[in-house]
């Protein structure tokens, strides 16, 4: 079986319509999404509709829980009201209340193992696990937590959330991130070492190939990590309906963070001197 995994489309259209029909063209069996549907992008109400309508599965991310139901995790800024009012304005009852039902994780066992997928981490939907994270961190994903039914460790984790693609190896275990369909970066910037933005921002997915529901290990297994090209510039086009349009628009054009400052303090948070990146 073929399974494509998408995350993060974060009401990009046109990424989210390219990735869809790059996806039937390699005859895919089943497609599972990792969340943050909605909530940057201006178009979350089309998105969610193509997502209900071509997904086998669907997991909650954190953008779909809180925009869904107005709970954040901290106490809100006036600005997060504006953003959770705005993205509102698009979902009826009935959206609100399936995003807000979507199940935290999903697993499955392909040729021999484990397969485990969430948006963030085994025991959040919102903290990041990045690549340059220690191996005790990265161990941490494989593990079951309160969340998970399941008390198995995973063979292999498949996560979102963080919105750059990688794969690792570590204790015989492989953990994978999908990367994002509509709001792809990278943390790792330097202008003066960074290659042409166009290598950053496409629409990013992975598929994973294997024998579904194996628990024997005597069949091969595969993942393909794609990266398509899509039309910024018509995603954009009616960019001005978007409440936060110059952030939109920065993180799309640019493959980088709105804030990069957030994301070098948490660099320095792990001992990386960001001044030597």
């Not at 399941?150 to 984790?157: F, G, L, Q, W």
């Not at 990367?179 to 792809?184: A, I, L, Q, R, Y």
């Not at 290990?217 to 794609?226: G, V």
């Amino acid at each position: 079986m073929r399974i494509a995994i998408i995350s993060d489309i974060h009401g990009n259209l046109e990424a989210l319509k390219t990735t869809l029909n790059d996806i039937r063209r390699r005859n895919v069996d089943k497609i599972i999404c990792l969340g943050d549907i909605i909530a940057k992008g201006h178009h979350p109400k089309e998105c969610l509709e193509l997502i209900r309508k071509n997904c086998d599965i669907i997991i909650q991310g954190n953008c779909d829980k809180v925009f869904s139901t107005g709970i954040f995790y901290g106490e809100p800024t006036e600005i997060d009201k504006k953003r959770l009012q705005w993205n509102q304005s698009f979902l009826t009852e009935s959206d609100k209340a399936f995003l807000s039902s979507l199940p935290f994780y999903y697993e499955f066992y392909m040729s021999g193992s484990l397969v485990r997928l969430f948006h963030a981490t085994p025991v959040s939907d919102h903290t990041a696990v990045i690549l340059q994270d220690n191996f005790e961190t990265k161990y941490n994903m494989f593990l079951p937590s309160k969340f998970i039914v399941s008390d198995k460790i995973a063979d292999i984790v498949i996560y979102g959330h963080i919105h750059h693609q990688y794969m690792d190896r570590l204790y015989n275990r492989t953990l994978i991130n999908a990367g994002s369909v509509g709001n792809s970066f990278d943390v790792i910037r330097n202008p003066k070492k960074d290659a042409n933005v166009l290598e950053t921002t496409k629409a990013y997915y992975l598929i994973i190939e294997g024998k579904y529901g194996s628990t024997t290990y005597t069949d091969d297994i595969s993942y393909q990590f794609i990266k398509l090209p899509y039309n910024i510039e018509k995603e954009l086009e009616d960019v001005d309906k978007n409440l936060e349009k110059e952030n939109y628009e920065f993180e799309i054009k640019n493959g980088m963070y709105r804030d990069m400052k957030k994301i070098n303090t948490n660099f320095e948070k792990m001992g990386i001197d960001t001044s030597k990146i």
